[in-house]
């Protein structure tokens, strides 16, 4: 891991290049993408299926593209009980989380006699694109499916690359109430979300992460459907004092590492020596980790030691907009409440960020490559819409259709006038 010190000129300078490395996709992984989209768009399901073939091995046609209501129930079955105890457990919070984020529908009368007010109703149809490869990912089912659940979204459909479905991630699917679900993956399981492909309807909306090639499609499908964000790798701050375990901070560190070779860990602390122990810790625990190969990568490439004063550790976390960040320190609010771009914050020693991807009830989908600058996490407001709604009777149009004519005038829109100012008697009607 890098190491930048405070005390060093130059550090605001290399810590700026650093946090300015780029880590996001080839232009060629762009240019595949696109034909993928454009072929999937044109053929429907033939494209598909031909994609299947060539990117995943996968041999599926038309009668088996879809997982079987019996298929869910039967791997739903062979998942551990104490991992279908984890899962009903983590669904439970997060439905009592985004349950308290529902927004209340408003109606009320102004001073001039409009009637105003919003309404909130949810998406029709959403896709959900679960990854596969790496690992499964049955908090990725939960994270995704429960709050669209919540907001009473009508049909959720679930994609997810072709070959055999986990346990864990069919048993997350059905405590989510999921019961569509599609072996298809990469772009063209975005294309077919986006545009449809045969018994595949299009969506309205389509969350939830994957590779290079996944958020390459999201970026180009957007405008035809909506989509979550754009995920990046994963990242994490972990600002720490010498209180705390160096063991436990490595291991903090090493849990977004060994998503990605592209992950990006940091720690921040005022003690060299801390800090020291920390990476010693971490060399000791990759030893025995099965994702080492990804993690040392992570580290070495984007991973980074910055010594500063604590107090200046709000100011850099700022700059850095990360995923996650973890103040591990007695009474972390006194810097943590400074942070204003983060897309998770962690208070305290004993509040790591793994406990965020699972069972906090808090949404592990968030914003990354510095875009908690200007968004959120994935919540339920992404699957529910705001409309205005506006009612003026004759006494509230004769206060507000002046004003209406006179901007429409003055923007050389006369039948935008013409509507105001014929009500008001203004022009006879021709």
């Known amino acids: 891991m890098r190491r930048f010190r405070f005390s060093e000129p130059g550090f605001e300078a290399a810590f700026a290049a650093f946090i300015d490395e780029r880590r996001e996709t080839p232009e060629e992984v762009d240019v595949l993408v696109r034909d993928i989209l454009l072929a999937v768009r044109a053929e ?127 048993a997350a699917a059905k405590e989510a109430g999921i019961t569509e679900i599609w072996r298809v993956g990469g772009a063209q399981a975005v294309a077919a979300l986006a545009y449809g492909a045969g018994p595949i309807l299009p969506v309205d909306k389509i969350v939830g992460p994957g590779n290079a090639f996944v958020t390459a499609a999201k970026r180009r499908v957007y405008g035809a459907v909506g989509i979550d964000a754009l995920a990046g790798p994963s990242e994490i701050v972990v600002v720490s004092d010498a209180a705390s375990r160096p063991d436990w901070i490595a291991a903090d560190l090493l849990s977004q590492a060994e998503h990605d070779p592209a992950a990006q860990s940091i720690l921040i602390t005022d003690d060299e020596a801390f800090a020291d122990a920390v990476e010693a810790q971490i060399a000791l625990q990759l030893k025995s980790l099965g994702t080492s190969e990804d993690a040392s990568v992570s580290l070495r490439n984007h991973g980074a030691v910055i010594i500063a004063p604590l107090e200046e550790s709000p100011r850099l976390v700022n700059l850095i907009a990360p995923e996650h960040v973890e103040f591990a320190l007695d009474a972390p609010e006194r810097l943590a409440d400074r942070v204003r771009h983060a897309g998770a914050i962690f208070l305290g020693r004993h509040t790591p960020e793994a406990i965020g991807d699972y069972v906090a009830g808090s949404n592990h989908v968030l914003p990354t490559s510095r875009a908690a600058r200007f968004s959120s996490g994935l919540s339920l407001y992404d699957f529910i819409k705001r409309t205005s709604i506006v009612k003026c009777d004759e006494a509230a149009f004769a206060i507000l259709g002046p004003p209406t004519a006179a901007l429409a005038d003055a923007e050389g829109l006369p039948a935008h006038a013409r509507s105001a100012a014929i009500r008001l008697g203004q022009i006879q009607e021709p």
């Open 44 to 170: 429907g399901l033939e494209a598909v299926l031909r994609f299947a073939r060539q990117f995943d091995r996968a041999e599926i046609d038309a009668d088996t593209i879809r997982v079987t209501a019996e298929e869910i129930e039967a791997g739903a079955a062979q998942c551990a009980p104490e991992v279908r105890e984890a899962i009903a457990f983590a669904a439970k919070r997060i439905r009592s989380y985004h349950e308290r984020q529902r927004p209340a529908d408003q109606w009320f009368t102004d001073e001039a006699g409009v009637e105003l007010g919003w309404r909130w109703t949810p998406l029709e149809a959403v896709g959900i694109y679960v990854p596969g490869g790496r690992a499964a990912y049955p908090s990725t089912v939960l994270m995704n499916a429960v709050p669209a659940s919540v907001a009473g979204v009508e049909r959720i459909a679930m994609v997810t690359p072709p070959g055999r479905l986990q346990p864990a991630v069919l």
